[in-house]
């Protein structure tokens, strides 16, 4: 047997030796540390308006808040690399952009699921895709578009 066996296995049969000879600590009542069940008293001097109705907070339109959420979204970019009618080609090209280091994701092209769209992305500045856009232009295949991102 190898060396890191055999010390295994005298680790091993040490810590069961150890075990029958040596007794575990226990832990008496005397051992306990007592700690205080009160709660100190903090004062943040905060000064309290008890003068608030609730009228006042129903000025606010519910509506307006939510559409404003919702529209707060900054919007995202992407650099739509071709459309496809053969699933093959797509996947050589899609593996290709991978290859490459760009993160590649593909979709229907419309409703019938017949077409493929390759796109590269997203990425939240608009820049950012349009220098995607001039590295990929350079290779021959390629007609790239930046388009948003949905």
């Given at each position: 047997m190898k060396l890191i066996n055999y010390s295994l296995l005298l680790f091993i049969s040490i810590f069961i030796f150890l075990s029958f000879?040596?007794?575990?600590?226990?832990?008496?009542?005397?051992?306990?540390?007592?700690?205080?069940?009160?709660?100190?008293?903090?004062?943040?001097?905060?000064?309290?308006?008890?003068?608030?109705?609730?009228?006042?907070s129903s000025d606010i339109d519910i509506n307006t808040?939510?559409?404003?959420?919702?529209?707060?979204?900054?919007?995202?970019?992407?650099v739509k690399v071709g459309s496809y009618d053969d699933l093959n080609e797509l996947e050589s090209d899609l593996n290709e952009l991978k290859k490459k280091g760009y993160k590649v994701y593909s979709l229907y092209d419309g409703e019938d699921k017949l077409?493929?769209?390759?796109?590269?992305?997203?990425?939240?500045?608009?820049?950012?895709?349009?220098?995607?856009?001039?590295?990929?232009?350079?290779?021959?295949?390629?007609?790239?578009?930046?388009?948003?991102?949905?």
């Open positions: 000879v040596i007794e575990p600590v226990r832990f008496g009542e005397n051992n306990q540390t007592n700690f205080s069940n009160d709660l100190p008293e903090i004062n943040l001097n905060i000064a309290l308006d008890d003068n608030v109705s609730v009228a006042e808040l939510q559409d404003d959420i919702r529209t707060s979204f900054s919007s995202a970019w992407t077409n493929y769209s390759l796109f590269i992305g997203p990425t939240l500045k608009r820049e950012d895709s349009l220098e995607i856009q001039k590295e990929i232009s350079n290779i021959p295949r390629f007609n790239p578009e930046v388009v948003r991102y949905d």
